[in-house]
């Protein structure tokens, strides 16, 4: 339980003169949830881009369970069981809501959109996607478009077809942005569950400190490109360079 599932090693990425991610070593520990918090601008998305092969370092490797894959694309990152969701909203809103959920299984088999016809012929698919529909209280609503579903439902579908692979590790990039406290409740609730039943890995980046001290079992802080603190919740909140980082934020 306690290994190392996925690390990075002295990663580093610039964006012209500025330097996003300032040679960092990361650790991930297999089966419990970590979230990544820090100021906005702090790197914190850019090193998800980096550990799940949407943006390529200039220096350094990342590494999971062993395995050299720096520099695979986001598709084989899915295949070596790796998944993320986006900050900004990233399902197909023409879609209906079941087909958003099948999209990603029909592409782990190597089919595409045209499939979908035939999807009844993959039955593994289409159990697939009711259980994790099922899951998400979203199975009443499997033949609506996704994009006439509310911006909580949207979330909720979004984390749907990041775990829709079944995923050995899974990057939630700020799950409950832009919902409503009732809405974010029940999507915390839902990556409670999931990662308690499921056999996942969890990294979570939050804004919300109340959501990161209620959910995570370890929380790194990042500002600045790189790691100013990492611990579990309750040390993090008392140390004192993370408080002033945030003064004039909600802690
Ligand atoms: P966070 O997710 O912690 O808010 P990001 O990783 O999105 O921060 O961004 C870190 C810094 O890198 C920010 O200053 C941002 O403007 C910059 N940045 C991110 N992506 C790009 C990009 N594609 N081109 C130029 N600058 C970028
Ligand atoms: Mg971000």
Known sequence: MDEVILRSERLTKSFGKFIAIDNIDLKFKSGIITSIIGPNGAGKTTAINLLTGALHPDKGKVFFKDKDITSLTPDQSVKHGITRSFQIMNIFPMLTV?????LPLLSLLGKNLKWFYAVSRYRDVAEEAEKILRELSLWDKRNKVAGELSHGDQ?????????AP????????????????LERASILELIKR???EGSTTFVIIEHDMDVVFSLSDWTIVMNKGKVLAEGEPDEIRQN?????????EEV
């Open 98 to 102: 079941l087909q958003n959920v099948e």
């Open 155 to 163: 979330r909720a579908l979004e984390m749907g077809m990041a775990i």
């Open 166 to 181: 079944k995923p050995e590790m899974c990057f939630l990039d700020e799950p409950s942005s832009g919902t409503n406290p």
């Open 194 to 196: 999931l990662a308690e």
């Open 240 to 248: 004192k360079e993370v408080v002033e980082i945030y003064l004039g």
